[in-house]
């Protein structure tokens, strides 16, 4: 079968298929087929193909604890497919011997379309990323030559390199590259408001429709296009009092970026709570209140989220408050939490 | 009439000698390579560096040892009198000076044409354009599977290198969260990627000092080259270790990079 990015009913079918070879195993043929209703995607292909074998190695490594010090956490513990690849739950994720990072783990999700990753944007490149959850102390704690040297001692790995790579060498560049295939492949484009869009599905509610006008209005100058962010950094008017982290201040060193952190994206956002770069609200109910009524005044504020009389905040009704949130619910994707080529095998 | 024999062989000799030696002199056949070797001897002030073990006085008066000291050269350029260059081919040229590793502070640099050679300019760091290459051309001491631990030399967080690394101890640091007086210095910074920020990617060029290194198939200089790790506490700022003891990504990270750029010199040529 393959493993695209079919839309629709006949796509979720697809994708929920699979077959035997005359051996037993799974096989599935993977490629990256840009939905057709995104924009191209920014990441580098050509030095990094998404092939079945890639991606089979890249899904191993990403569900391995070995990656981590003590073998204990692998990527999938903070990211888990069923919370779109985000720590359901977790305001700040803990990682190795339970001690907790500083910001909350943002979904692994239409990667292909992102040029910087981090909250505050620090890594430029998505072969670069996996090094950082690797040596985080908090993270998982390993030493990338000692995570090499795990993987070439562990008989499963050598035949997936060769596979994917054409030799069983197992360095630095093939294990980001892999697990960069994975997570390339965590597309999400396929939620009821992709089928609305795409004429394939059924309308959105009435609620919802209302919703996606407000939403448009208020909120889509940042939250904007089908990926529901402009990749920007923003400072959003959080109450600093007891978080003073600077986000991309730290990797630009530039005062106007202080308390800056990227815009997210919306798509699933209703299973991606806590939210806000340090997870402090609980439900969508509570961000749209902060929206509201709660942000606090600050120097490099964005301009954006003043009124026209220069106090912070958005204008939102109770009712739109509740319509926006029965429209964002509609860009869950059951069929990116659910395929079963993502999760773990 | 024997003697006058052998005075006379003796000036043919001594004449193919100097025919030998001018041929040698003159002979730039591009066509002919040899080898040119950079030596890097760190010490301090006018004193060898003993890591760990040795104390030493900085420009603020400061008391200091040296614990762990890493640099990456990069980007080898050999210039001759006429001021034309002999650039390493870019994949091969990248360096790592580590005190704790006497065979790194070698640089042997391979099939050099033949040529009279006056200055070196190198890179102290990594050049923007490598700290954003793709991963799988980072290899040697790119891979940060490499430099792992107290080595490392990477940036996971704010992807980049870390161009000079240099820890030790002093009584004038604050105590650390480990309970040491302990100093720390991690310079890099590339100019940013989506954004600008500190470019702290530093060229030198040493000259030396008007002696010719002449590189031929059979001679194979060697440049010796003392770099003193004091400098990096002096010059265009006075650092003091009471007032930065830790500095890594930040502003002040320029006027390290700044003061170190100017540690190196050419002690001597050897032929």
């Known amino acids: 079968m393959k493993f695209r990015l079919y839309l629709g009913v006949v796509g979720a079918l697809l994708l929920m298929a699979s077959c035997k070879d005359n051996g037993g195993s799974e096989v599935v043929d993977v490629q990256f087929v840009k939905p057709s209703h995104f924009p191209e995607p920014v990441y580098n292909f050509a030095e990094n193909e998404v092939t079945t074998e890639g991606f089979v190695l890249g899904r191993t490594l990403f569900y391995d604890g070995k990656l981590s010090r003590d073998n204990s956490i692998s990527c999938g513990s903070c990211h888990q497919q069923s919370a779109a690849f985000t720590h359901h739950g977790h305001d700040l994720s803990h990682g190795i011997d339970d001690q907790l990072g500083s910001r909350n783990a943002p979904p692994v999700m239409n990667l292909a379309w992102q040029s910087t990753f981090f909250w505050d944007g620090g890594v ?9 959850p690797i040596e985080n102390p908090v993270e998982m704690d390993e ?31 093939r294990l980001l590259k892999a697990l960069s295939q994975f997570m390339l492949m965590c597309v999400s484009a396929d939620s009821d408001y992709d089928r609305m869009l795409l004429g394939t599905g059924p309308d959105l509610s009435t609620e919802a429709m209302a919703g996606m006008e407000t939403f448009n209005q208020k ?127 | 009439m024997k003697n006058i024999r052998i005075a006379g062989y003796l000036l043919l000799t001594a004449s193919l000698l100097v025919f030998t030696q001018c041929k040698k002199d003159d002979d730039n056949d591009p066509n002919e390579t040899g080898h040119f070797e950079m030596e890097f001897d760190n010490i301090v002030g006018g004193e060898e560096l003993n890591l760990g073990t040795g104390t ?8 200091f040892s040296v614990t762990l000291l890493n640099y990456y050269i990069s980007n080898i350029e050999l210039i001759r009198a006429d001021g034309s260059v002999y650039a390493m081919p870019q994949d091969s040229s990248y360096f790592l000076v580590k005190e704790s590793d006497d065979a790194s502070h070698a640089i042997e640099i391979e099939d050099v044409p033949a040529g009279d050679y006056t ?42 290198y870390i161009f000079f690394k240099m820890e030790g101890l002093s009584p004038q640091a604050p105590v650390d969260p480990g309970g040491l007086n302990k100093y720390r210095f991690h310079i890099g910074g590339f100019g940013g990627m989506s954004s600008p920020t500190i470019n702290n990617v530093k060229t030198v060029t040493l ?54 750029q100017h540690m190196f010199v050419v002690d001597h040529i050897h032929q």
């Open chain 1, 124 to 132: 430029h490149d998505l072969d670069l990323f996996s090094l950082a």
């Open chain 1, 143 to 173: 030493k990338l030559d000692v995570v090499l040297e795990k993987l070439r001692n562990d008989p499963r790995y050598p035949p997936l390199f060769n596979a994917a790579f054409g030799t069983p060498e197992i360095s630095t560049g």
């Open chain 1, 219 to 345: 909120c889509a100058s940042c939250h904007s296009g089908v990926l529901f962010t402009d990749y920007s950094f923003r400072n959003n008017g959080l109450n600093r009092a007891f978080n003073q982290d600077a986000g991309r201040e730290r990797i630009t060193l530039n005062p106007e970026d202080r308390f800056k952190f990227k815009v997210p994206s919306l798509r699933n956002v209703a299973r991606t709570g806590p939210y806000m770069h340090d997870g402090r609200y609980y439900n969508l109910e509570a961000v749209l209140n902060y929206y509201a009524s709660g942000m606090v005044d600050q120097e490099n504020l964005d301009p954006l989220l003043r009124k026209s009389d220069g106090t912070p905040g958005i204008d939102l009704s109770a009712n739109e408050k509740e319509n926006i949130i029965a429209f964002l619910k509609t860009l869950s994707d059951e069929q990116f939490i659910r395929n079963p080529e993502l999760a773990e095998q």
């Open chain 2, 56 to 63: 030493y006085t900085n420009a603020a008066g400061e008391t």
């Open chain 2, 119 to 160: 200055s070196v300019r190198f890179v102290v760091g990594v050049d923007s354009l490598r700290n954003t290459m793709d991963i799988g051309q980072r290899t040697g001491v790119l891979d940060p599977a490499n430099n792992t631990g107290d080595d490392n030399m990477y940036w996971t967080w704010n992807s980049g």
């Open chain 2, 207 to 260: 000259d030396f000092n008007g002696v010719k290194a002449l590189v031929r198939k059979d001679a194979h200089p060697h440049a010796h080259i003392f770099v003193d790790v004091a400098k990096v506490f002096e010059g265009e700022t006075t650092v003091k270790i009471a007032e930065n003891s830790t500095v890594m990504f930040s502003p002040f990270s320029v006027n390290i990079a700044n003061n170190y």
